[in-house]
């Protein structure tokens, strides 16, 4: 959680993103570039001045960079001679770079590295506990010369990008939710990265119809055929109704994209259906909502 040591209120121009590796830097840069932020990762520090060149230029036709997120980090080799230095020079040509500081508990950290498999950069062959406890050392200075400290050992990515988006974004707001319903048929195994799964194998099944088996979800013979059974109205309008209801959550996590499963048997007649239904309604609500259909042609 931030720091209540110095925080700035609304956007700046230039920040500096560093702290401890793992500690969630990479999340803040995409955070940062959904808000419109030039974003440089690993930039060296001695091309801090000339970056900063390009957000104050010569001459009334050169364009400047609106507002930059750079990225420095300790696999820089001057990074700890230099940084401070150079940050005090870009406060006289009245940048005022606002310093970001991410650290994380050791406990995080360590269990972060373990599920990724990455070597930590201060790795010196004494094992990842020390290189943490190495890494924060050597950071303690620039720590304390940094404008706000978020330590996210209890954020989640997405926490994490809601809490950047609202204290940097110009307009309060993030960008907007998309979403996509996907049909699948569950024979064929579920599909991955699904926020949210519904299954629709109770409706009836225009399979067992010698006239429709060869049908899709998308004809019309099957859309009129399902539509003339209560049980279908039925479950679209409350999965609709649920949909409303939790869509607005997922958008004030900040979340950019959600996927909706929706499953039947083979995945060619009932989800194809629903799926499409289900888009159409929510599109009159003014969700940006698409569908798709995994399964529907096998």
Same mark, same amino acid.
């Given at each position: 959680?931030?720091?209540? =040591?110095?925080?700035?209120?609304?956007?700046?121009?230039?920040?500096?993103?560093? +702290?401890?590796?793992?500690?969630?830097?990479?999340?803040?840069?995409?955070?940062?570039?959904?808000?419109? %932020?030039?974003?440089? !990762?690993? *930039?060296?520090?001695?091309?801090?001045?000339?970056?900063?060149?390009?957000?104050?230029?010569?001459?009334?036709?050169? =364009?400047?960079?609106?507002?930059?997120?750079?990225?420095?980090?300790?696999?820089?080799?001057?990074?700890?001679?230099?940084?401070?230095?150079?940050?005090?020079?870009?406060?006289?040509?009245?940048?005022?770079? *606002?310093?970001?500081?991410?650290?994380?508990? !050791?406990?995080?950290?360590? /269990?972060?590295?373990?599920? @990724?498999?990455?070597?930590?950069?201060?790795?010196?062959?004494?094992?990842? /506990? #020390?290189?943490?406890? #190495?890494? $924060?050392?050597?950071?303690?200075?620039? /720590?304390?010369?940094?404008?706000?400290?978020?330590?996210?050992?209890?954020?989640?990515?997405?926490? *994490?990008?809601?809490?950047?988006?609202?204290?940097?974004?110009?307009?309060? #707001?993030?960008?907007?939710?998309?979403?996509?319903?996907?049909?699948?048929?569950?024979?064929?195994?579920?599909?991955?990265?699904?926020?949210?799964?519904?299954?629709?194998?109770?409706?009836?099944?225009?399979?067992?119809?010698?006239?429709?088996?060869?049908?899709? +979800?998308?004809? $019309?013979?099957?859309?009129?055929?399902?539509?003339?059974?209560?049980?279908?109205?039925?479950?679209?309008?409350?999965?609709?109704?649920? *949909? /409303?209801?939790?869509?607005?959550? %997922?958008?004030?996590?900040?979340?950019?994209?959600? @996927?909706?499963?929706? +499953?039947?048997? +083979?995945?060619?007649? $009932?989800?194809?259906?629903?799926?499409?239904?289900?888009?159409?309604?929510?599109?009159? !609500?003014?969700?940006?909502?698409?569908?798709?259909?995994? !399964?529907?042609?096998?």
């Amino acid at each position: 959680m931030p720091s209540k =040591k110095k925080q700035p209120e609304g956007p700046a121009r230039l920040v500096i993103i560093t +702290g401890l590796s793992g500690s969630g830097m990479s999340s803040a840069t995409n955070a940062f570039e959904d808000l419109g %932020y030039f974003c440089v !990762d690993n *930039l060296p520090v001695t091309m801090l001045p000339t970056f900063a060149r390009l957000l104050q230029p010569d001459g009334e036709s050169a =364009k400047a960079i609106e507002k930059a997120a750079l990225v420095i980090n300790i696999r820089e080799r001057h990074f700890l001679e230099d940084i401070l230095k150079e940050i005090e020079r870009l406060r006289k040509k009245s940048l005022n770079p *606002l310093i970001l500081f991410f650290e994380a508990s !050791d406990e995080v950290l360590q /269990r972060r590295f373990s599920e @990724t498999r990455r070597p930590h950069p201060a790795d010196t062959g004494k094992g990842l /506990r #020390a290189s943490i406890k #190495a890494e $924060r050392a050597a950071l303690d200075h620039l /720590r304390s010369k940094a404008d706000l400290i978020i330590d996210t050992s209890d954020l989640t990515v997405h926490s *994490l990008r809601r809490m950047l988006l609202e204290r940097f974004s110009e307009k309060k #707001a993030s960008a907007p939710l998309k979403i996509q319903i996907l049909s699948f048929g569950h024979k064929y195994g579920s599909p991955r990265d699904v926020d949210l799964m519904f299954d629709v194998r109770h409706l009836p099944n225009p399979y067992f119809e010698p006239s429709l088996r060869e049908l899709t +979800g998308e004809d $019309r013979a099957i859309v009129k055929y399902l539509n003339h059974e209560k049980d279908v109205a039925e479950t679209v309008d409350r999965f609709h109704d649920l *949909l /409303r209801y939790l869509l607005p959550f %997922y958008a004030r996590e900040g979340k950019s994209y959600l @996927t909706v499963g929706i +499953g039947c048997t +083979g995945g060619r007649h $009932r989800s194809v259906m629903v799926a499409n239904a289900l888009r159409k309604l929510l599109k009159k !609500d003014g969700f940006a909502v698409s569908a798709a259909h995994r !399964d529907m042609q096998k």
